[in-house]
């Protein structure tokens, strides 16, 4: 072998089949996605992925503040008003609504157990509310209850995984990925998914719930906290000033660069700007997170306290960073499993105390975003995983001295308000004892599918591809509809 074949070989396997489909004619991939129609994957600048773009069509809703109640609190002591149960308090449960379903704890034959609240009809919208939440029952008539939502997961972690991702299993993207690729941020300083955890604990699937799955990793949720440094490790350390991370970060910049041009994958170039963001983020995250420029008065009405780590801090938080441009604010907070195995998971106690903590700062978030003309782009989201039994809990089959109720997949309410959700509306029902969604029911993936509606998406066209399929939130092997009866 000559020279001259010896270095056209050579030419011929540098220019591998990856680096046809990229190059030749603007890249043959490109072009067979865009023939695709709706599996064409947005055209997302590398070095500025969080840039915004427009929505299929006029959008209800600019952002998203998803409230999540991790554990699940129990719909039947809060807004699923059953009066048949209450009459069935005691009693033992029929066979039939044991026979062919699974429990994580219940065994044998538990007592049937009505609400330990009293019910009563609230605002102009006359929605049913127990007691436990007098605060948020002076926004009910803001608010839309969906009364039938159900999952086939019965473990926290699974259920989780479904409600925030479609996939009870690991991989996923979560809604506020999917949110941050289809519409970018507003804010070029600060993340567009950014989540704020209470409780003590993260929740049961951990931060795959917030997790950018097969997306690209700049559209995962940032964990940031409501107590110290808002990021871990966001400040520069002793001896480094300013200037000295400067010049660091524009080495590091120049190696992902030339390993960009050499591999053409996306996520190196996807790496610069993150990095570039966190350097952003050293000045813009403290100012966001600063609770003590707050008037007192604002401190009064969602009972917050600088410096601490809270739910009532992260609502207001999560105002301060609706305001910034945050595409999707996530809050998680833990401590609602209330099986009644103690104190802390009593239903006349432990539960209690959990309501107590977010009773004021709900109504607080929902009053100050609509005194700011901000409601109405806003949709704030509240829901558990899935609901609770309306047989009380029974470990080993022996009644505990604690009452609790057991994970119950069959229904559960979650409700919106602002961002183009139907006010003062209650849709769908569950049967009367509150065990399965009996009319209108409502899968996890009709409510990715009407969220994403509320954001501007077409959700079958709001797609990624990947192993061999053009990937949706709304789930491409599961049927789901967009719920417009909830929509303004």
């Known amino acids: 072998m000559n020279l001259f074949q010896q270095l056209h070989i050579e030419r011929a396997q540098h220019h591998t089949r990856r680096h046809f489909l990229q190059n030749c004619s603007m890249g043959l991939g490109a072009l067979w996605f865009a023939s695709q129609g709706q599996g064409a994957p947005l055209q997302k600048d590398p070095a500025n992925p969080l840039l915004p773009d427009l929505p299929n069509f006029a959008a209800k809703a600019k952002r998203v503040i998803f409230l999540h109640m991790a554990g699940s609190p129990s719909q039947l002591e809060l807004f699923d008003y059953k009066p048949e149960l209450a009459k069935l308090d005691g009693k033992e449960c029929p066979k039939e609504f044991l026979e062919g379903k699974q429990f994580a704890f219940i065994q044998g034959v538990p007592k049937m157990l009505g609400s330990q609240f009293?019910?009563?009809?609230?605002?102009?919208?006359?929605?049913?509310?127990?007691?436990?939440?007098?605060?948020?029952?002076?926004?009910?008539?803001?608010?839309?209850?969906?009364?039938?939502?159900?999952?086939?997961?019965?473990?926290?972690?699974?259920?989780?995984?479904?409600?925030?991702?479609?996939?009870?299993?690991?991989?996923?993207?979560?809604?506020?990925?999917?949110?941050?690729?289809?519409?970018?941020?507003?804010?070029?300083?600060?993340?567009?998914?950014?989540?704020?955890?209470?409780?003590?604990?993260?929740?049961?699937?951990?931060?795959?719930?917030?997790?950018?799955?097969?997306?690209?990793?700049?559209?995962?949720?940032?964990?940031?906290?409501?107590?110290?440094?808002?990021?871990?490790?966001?400040?520069?350390?002793?001896?480094?000033?300013?200037?000295?991370?400067?010049?660091?970060?524009?080495?590091?910049?120049?190696?992902?660069?030339?390993?960009?041009?050499?591999?053409?994958?996306?996520?190196?170039?996807?790496?610069?700007?993150?990095?570039?963001m966190a350097f952003r983020m050293q000045i813009h995250a403290s100012d966001a997170f600063d609770l003590k420029q707050e008037p007192e008065s604002i401190h009064q009405l969602y009972g917050t306290k600088p410096g601490e780590e809270s739910f009532a801090n992260n609502c207001l938080l999560a105002r301060r960073l609706a305001e910034r441009g945050v595409r999707y604010i996530q809050l998680f907070d833990w401590g609602w499993d209330s099986h009644g195995t103690d104190k802390g998971t009593d239903l006349k106690q432990g539960f209690v105390s959990k309501c107590n903590q977010i009773d004021r700062p709900i109504a607080a978030l929902i009053k100050d975003l609509k005194q700011r003309g901000l409601l109405d782009e806003t949709l704030v989201v509240w829901s558990g995983e899935f609901g609770r039994t309306p047989m009380r809990e029974n470990r080993g089959g022996v009644e505990m001295p604690f009452v609790g109720r057991d994970h119950s997949p069959g229904a559960y309410t979650l409700w919106m308000a602002g961002g183009g959700a139907k006010g003062g509306l209650s849709y769908g029902e569950t049967d009367p004892v509150g065990y399965e969604?009996?009319?209108?029911?409502?899968?996890?993936?009709?409510?990715?599918?009407?969220?994403?509606?509320?954001?501007?998406?077409?959700?079958?066209?709001?797609?990624?591809?990947?192993?061999?399929?053009?990937q949706r939130l709304s789930n491409v092997t599961k049927s789901s509809r967009i719920v417009k009866e909830v929509i303004a």
Not at 442 to 460: I, N
């Open 118 to 276: 009293p019910f009563h009809q609230a605002g102009k919208s006359g929605q049913w509310i127990s007691d436990r939440l007098p605060q948020f029952e002076q926004v009910i008539d803001d608010v839309c209850f969906i009364k039938s939502m159900w999952t086939d997961q019965f473990n926290h972690a699974p259920a989780q995984l479904l409600l925030h991702t479609g996939n009870q299993i690991l991989g996923s993207p979560s809604i506020g990925a999917w949110s941050t690729y289809g519409l970018g941020s507003e804010n070029s300083n600060l993340p567009g998914f950014i989540v704020l955890t209470s409780g003590g604990n993260n929740p049961d699937a951990g931060k795959s719930v917030w997790g950018a799955g097969y997306l690209p990793s700049v559209y995962q949720g940032v964990q940031c906290r409501s107590r110290g440094e808002p990021v871990l490790y966001l400040s520069n350390p002793d001896g480094v000033s300013q200037a000295l991370r400067r010049r660091t970060l524009d080495a590091l910049n120049d190696l992902n660069q030339r390993v960009a041009t050499e591999t053409g994958d996306p996520e190196t170039v996807t790496r610069i700007a993150q990095y570039e």
């Open 437 to 470: 969604a009996a009319m209108n029911k409502v899968s996890a993936h009709d409510f990715h599918a009407t969220l994403m509606t509320m954001l501007g998406f077409d959700h079958k066209k709001l797609t990624y591809p990947f192993q061999g399929l053009d």
